[in-house]
């Protein structure tokens, strides 16, 4: 831990040589410490999640950076060349610094005056730059930065777990044995659990207890098969399976003989139908003759 005192809080000022150099170094410890402490994010799979998206989206802002510089030394390399037009701004690098406090919204409005009323031939590439960055490139950042956002939140949760689990690795690595040892015996994995009171299962489980309301279950899920435990032993049958197998099928020959039942009644019906109509008939025509003969 790095502590840094004021120099008031000192008896006297320490002046070497090397003390800018060692301020910086300490500079650099400090963030480098604060850049190892982000692996604590681990703990919160959403905060870890973001921590990995803004990972990702760096490297949006580094192209745009890029483009950014390199368009910047062109137009300062460029206008620097119409110095005869300006001469109290002459040097590629003195429009370097110009370009980049425009670039970056730092540049006064008189000092934009100025440029104006002195040569309109140094306005015009000015106003060309300001266009391109701040409406092509800024436009295309915020584009960038959304779709890369779109397309690397989808994954992000299982990323974030792959960096814990990665993280866990590496530090379970630094951990004596004597101490992983006692940790694994205080965790009793090697106790049965219980699923209910005196209905003892198996081992190498973590038990948590919750409300008996919090999820209710109407039907025990837990199969119990009687045997040896030996893993070369075949695994038991599921007899209840069987059965409803079984009582599917005789349902479906249940409904197919009704089906077939109530065909056979149908044609039945239809051809005793088709008799007696045909027998009522030969009596019409039957009859017709002797009650003619008897008129």
């Known amino acids: 831990m790095i502590l840094a005192l004021p120099p008031s809080a000192t008896s006297h000022r320490i002046s070497t040589p090397h003390l800018p150099l060692k301020l910086q170094g300490a500079f650099l410890a400090m963030a480098l410490y604060w850049i190892l402490l982000s692996d604590l994010a681990i703990f919160s799979m959403r905060i ?4 990995l998206v803004c990972g990702r989206v760096v490297v949006e802002v580094g192209l745009f950076l890029t483009a950014l510089l390199l368009l910047i030394l062109a137009f300062c390399t460029a206008i620097s060349t119409l110095y005869y037009e300006m001469p109290i ?13 425009m670039a970056l919204g730092m540049y006064s409005p008189e000092a934009y005056m100025l440029i104006v009323d002195t ?3 140094v306005t015009v590439p000015v106003c ?3 266009f391109i960055v701040g409406i092509c ?3 295309l950042l915020v584009a960038q930065l959304s779709q890369s956002y779109h397309d690397a939140y989808s994954n992000m949760q299982g990323y974030a777990r792959l960096n814990r689990a990665s993280i866990t690795n590496t530090t379970v690595q630094g951990i004596s044995a004597k101490r992983w040892q006692k940790f694994l015996t205080s965790l009793k994995l090697d106790d049965p659990l219980e699923f209910n009171e005196g209905d003892v299962g198996l081992s190498g489980g973590l038990q948590v207890l919750e409300p008996a309301n919090a999820h209710i279950v ?19 049958k599921d007899a209840t399976t069987e059965e409803e197998e079984q009582d599917k099928l005789w349902l479906l020959e249940q409904k197919l003989q ?7 009644k149908g044609r039945k019906k239809g051809q005793s139908s088709e008799g007696s109509m045909a027998s009522g008939y ?9 009650s003619a003969s008897s008129t």
């Open 137 to 139: 490139l800024t436009n």
């Open 218 to 236: 109407t039907e025990d899920t837990i199969k119990r098969f009687g045997g040896s435990t030996a893993p070369s032993a075949p695994w038991p």
């Open 128 to 130: 060309i730059f300001l």
């Open 48 to 51: 870890s999640a973001f921590v």
């Open 119 to 121: 040569s309109v031939i």
């Open 89 to 101: 701004k002459e040097g590629a690098h003195v429009w370097l610094e110009e370009l980049t406090r």
């Open 282 to 290: 030969g009596s019409g025509v039957s009859s017709g003759p002797s």
């Open 258 to 264: 009704n089906i077939i039942k109530s065909q056979k």
